[in-house]
């Protein structure tokens, strides 16, 4: 027998909180898996611009190796 909690792996990225500037999470390890789903749980947004979460992706945890996740491979639902 399938179920759902057997076939995923829960990590929290960022907790909530007040933010009034951009924040990165640390990376996420993939490695063995086909897929993944975001949940994104914000705090206050505070100042001024506006909230954007961006997904990247690289083979390493090195900074500036990091690219956009192509949109055409996103699924997105609210």
């Known amino acids: 027998m399938r179920d759902l909690a057997h076939n995923l792996g829960v ?22 898996f086909d897929s993944a789903m975001v949940v994104i749980n914000t705090g206050a947004i505070v100042s001024s611009g506006n909230f954007t979460a961006k997904l990247q992706e690289s083979d390493t945890t090195t900074s500036g190796d990091f690219t956009d996740v192509a949109a055409a491979t996103l699924s997105a639902r609210s």
Do not use: C, E, M, N
């Open 11 to 32: 990590v929290q990225a960022l907790i909530p909180q007040v933010l009034a500037a951009t924040d990165t999470s640390a990376a996420i390890d993939l490695f063995g």
